[in-house]
């Protein structure tokens, strides 16, 4: 039989999982996604995902992969894993692609990517809010969001962002490529978007505690530009909570028909509304 690289798109709120990785507990996503897996396939399979997410880390387009001679037509991977999936896991799309792996160009789903897009709802009010508790993070002091796009501009471009690297992040480099970064207001709602090449551990709430320190008042934008060329993880501010953080989109050449997710599937509609938001 013919082995087949299976890449399926999974959507997850991670509020009650230890992240994605798989550990002895078995409280993890990847964990949970593999026996669904193994159930619906009657076979051990394991997963390689676009991009490791932490505990309490959401995600709208993860991408995953794995390889089978298993005979399955695409919307059974969807529905049939789903079927023996929680509710806070689903998987919402399955591309059956050919496996050779003599080809240097065969499919990753974590080395074929060329972009990752992460989202960070933050509620800014001051009262925490129980609808967004665990979907959003909070911040009580007043925001200036005009400031905090000000900032943002620092973080654009090919750079090392070794000031936003977590101790024990495993990338080989810390510099990687800022495409886009935009803010969005809603009411008491702002949404942080982040496009890059990749991202270090911890970077995108690390990178969020440093804008609300200028949004707040505490340090003016150019401290962002400051901090990025002082490479010292320990002058910047605290690591922002999980909560609010989304894996958005994992985006790869169209050779492979992959889909992209973008912001669609962000809660609550949002996507439409941040559609016409400035």
Same mark, same amino acid.
């Given at each position: 039989?013919?082995?087949?690289?299976?890449?399926?798109?999974? !959507?997850?709120?991670?509020?009650?999982?230890?992240?994605?990785?798989?550990?002895?507990?078995?409280q993890?996503?990847?964990?949970?996604?593999?026996?669904?897996?193994?159930?619906?396939? +009657?076979?051990?399979?394991?997963?390689?995902?676009?991009?490791?997410? !932490?505990?309490?880390?959401h995600?709208?387009?993860?991408?995953?992969?794995?390889?089978?001679?298993?005979?399955?037509?695409?919307?059974?991977?969807?529905?049939?894993?789903?079927?023996?999936?929680?509710?806070?896991?689903?998987?919402?799309?399955?591309?059956i692609?050919?496996?050779?792996?003599?080809?240097?160009?065969?499919f990753?789903?974590?080395?074929?990517?060329f972009? +990752?897009?992460?989202?960070?709802?933050?509620?800014?009010?001051?009262?925490?809010? /129980?609808?967004?508790?665990?979907?959003?993070?909070?911040?009580?002091?007043?925001?200036?969001?005009? +400031?905090m796009?000000?900032?943002?501009?620092?973080?654009?471009?090919?750079?090392?962002?070794?000031?936003? +690297?977590?101790?024990?992040?495993?990338? $080989?480099? /810390?510099? $990687?490529?800022?495409?886009?970064?935009?803010i969005?207001?809603?009411?008491?709602?702002?949404?942080?978007?982040?496009?890059?090449?990749?991202?270090?551990?911890?970077?995108?709430r690390?990178?969020?505690?440093?804008?609300?320190?200028?949004?707040?008042?505490?340090?003016?934008?150019?401290?962002?530009?400051?901090?990025?060329?002082?490479?010292?993880?320990?002058i910047?501010?605290?690591?922002?909570?999980?909560?609010?953080?989304?894996?958005?989109?994992?985006?790869?050449?169209?050779?492979?028909?992959? /889909?992209?997710?973008?912001?669609?599937?962000?809660?609550?509609?949002?996507?439409?509304?941040?559609?016409?938001?400035?």
């Amino acid at each position: 039989m013919t082995v087949k690289r299976i890449v399926l798109g999974v !959507d997850y709120d991670g509020s009650g999982y230890q992240g994605w990785q798989t550990q002895p507990h078995g409280q993890t996503v990847q964990d949970r996604l593999e026996m669904a897996l193994q159930t619906f396939a +009657r076979q051990k399979i394991h997963t390689t995902c676009a991009g490791r997410t !932490d505990a309490g880390v959401h995600a709208l387009g993860q991408v995953v992969h794995f390889d089978t001679e298993l005979d399955r037509v695409e919307y059974s991977w969807v529905n049939g894993v789903n079927t023996f999936l929680p509710e806070d896991i689903a998987v919402s799309w399955a591309k059956i692609l050919p496996l050779d792996e003599q080809d240097p160009q065969f499919f990753h789903a974590r080395f074929s990517a060329f972009s +990752r897009t992460y989202h960070y709802l933050l509620h800014n009010g001051p009262t925490r809010s /129980p609808i967004w508790a665990q979907r959003a993070g909070w911040f009580f002091r007043p925001l200036d969001i005009e +400031r905090m796009r000000e900032g943002a501009e620092f973080l654009l471009g090919e750079q090392d962002f070794s000031v936003f +690297r977590a101790t024990g992040c495993q990338a $080989k480099t /810390p510099v $990687k490529t800022m495409y886009e970064m935009k803010i969005h207001q809603v009411d008491d709602l702002i949404v942080f978007s982040l496009r890059a090449s990749a991202f270090l551990h911890h970077m995108v709430r690390n990178i969020v505690g440093a804008l609300l320190y200028v949004g707040s008042g505490r340090r003016e934008p150019a401290w962002i530009g400051e901090l990025i060329a002082s490479k010292d993880r320990s002058i910047s501010a605290p690591t922002f909570m999980p909560d609010g953080l989304y894996l958005g989109e994992i985006a790869y050449p169209d050779q492979w028909g992959i /889909p992209c997710r973008g912001t669609r599937g962000l809660p609550y509609g949002l996507s439409a509304i941040l559609a016409g938001a400035t």
